[in-house]
Each structure stands twice: as C-alpha cells, then as structure tokens.
C-alpha cells in the first residue's frame, strides 16, 4: 500500500514538472527591463530609436527629396526629447529658409563606422540627394585601429557618391587621455577623406558647443537640445550648396 502511494505521488510530481517547466523556460528567456531596448529616444522623420535597433520605414506620401543625416547617437539625438536632435532642427532651418527637403534621422547610438558600412543598403534605398555623415566616435572611444576606421569611412562616402549622392563629412574628436599620436591620427582621417572624394567638412561636429555652458549633457558627451541647435546652424552652410530651391 506504501509503495502504492510513493508511485501516485511520483507520478503526480512528474505531471507538475511537465506542466510548468515549458512555462518557466519561456519567463527565463524574457527580457528583463533593464534589457529592453529603449526606443524613446528622439527620432526625426524616419529616424532609428536610441537602440541599436533598424529605423523604421520612411512614408512614402512625402515626395519631397530626401536628406539623410547617417551617424552614430550624435546624430540620433541620445538623451533629448522627441524633436530635440540636430536633424530635427536642420528640418526647421531648412523649412524656415525655402528648401523643400525632407530631413531623414539615420542615427543609431553606439554605431561604429563598421555599422555604418553594414547601413549603406538602408540609406541608399531611400535615394537622398544628400547624406551627412557623422561616424568615428565610437570606433576612437573603443581605441579601434585607426586603418580599420579610415577604410570603413571611405568606402561609406564613396559608396555614397558612386550612388550620385552629395556628401557631407562631419568630424569629431577624443579626450585628451587617449594620447597625442592617437587623436592625431583619429583627426586626421577626417580631412583626408574630406580631401579625397571632395566633400565639404565640419571638421568638429560639436563646434560651439562641447564646453559650453548648458549645451552638453551631464555625461559631457552629448549635446543637449540647445547644443544640437548650434550643430544645425553649424550644418546648414555645408548643406545649402548642396540643394536647389
């Protein structure tokens, strides 16, 4: 009779284990909040969240040329409000002095100049007129070889050009601690390029900004919504040549 119930009892167990153990691996494999990517960040017309996530699809009733603005989270905007990147302020000054442009955000926060050759189809497919692009940041913060970044960055802006699109190049720096041949090095790649395929260049796309009072967020890294204004301002001299009105 012991050994009767000592059978049910098992058999009982195994049921349970059956029943819950499916459930419990799919809660395992849940992301946890802190996992989640977050897409809150500021996006201008079509532009990627502050993930690194795909952008999504651009609307096809807005017929209007389109302009790209392809980088990192400099360009995406990271840690501002909705409308608050330097492409959302480039579409308002854009608007507010006659260009029938439509500003396209295609920053992604965290992309390496790498990231941004393994985009290119995504850009290309929307058939801008022009494409700014602002990458390197991360390759030079992550100490990656500079010949690395140099060859990702040509071929980013001469597949852009073989394309018949107009480019702008936007340049950025490194803190000081990272060594003198090193930034030098880093620096340079933006004007060489620049000199090669003769493209316009904002060689510091943080030009009036990066130190400024109340232009930097706190991780003095990012502008805030007021120091992207300065890096539209900043933008649109290189860009208007670029367009037709």
Known sequence: MRRTVSV???????????????????????????????????????????????????????????????????????????????????????????????????????????DGVDRLDTVLALKPVVVVVEFGGNDGLRGLRIEDSRTNLDKIVATLKASGTKVVLAGITLPPDYGPDYIKQFNDTYAMLAAKHHVPILPFVLKGVFGVDGMMQADRTHATSAGNQIVAKNMLPLVKPLLKK
Do not use: H, M
């Open 8 to 114: 049910a009892i098992l058999a009982v167990l195994s049921l349970l284990v059956a029943v819950l153990l499916p459930s419990g691996c799919r809660a395992d494999k849940t992301a946890k909040p802190s996992e989640v990517a977050d897409s809150s960040q500021p996006i201008a017309e079509s532009a990627a969240p502050d993930a690194a996530s795909l952008p999504s699809p651009v609307a096809t009733s807005d017929k209007r040329p389109v302009i790209v603005c392809f980088g990192d989270s400099l360009t995406a905007g990271y840690g501002t409000d909705l409308g608050q990147s330097y492409p959302d302020y480039l579409q308002t000054d854009l608007n507010t002095e006659g260009y029938n442009y439509r500003v396209v955000n295609e920053g992604i926060s965290g992309n390496t100049t790498k």
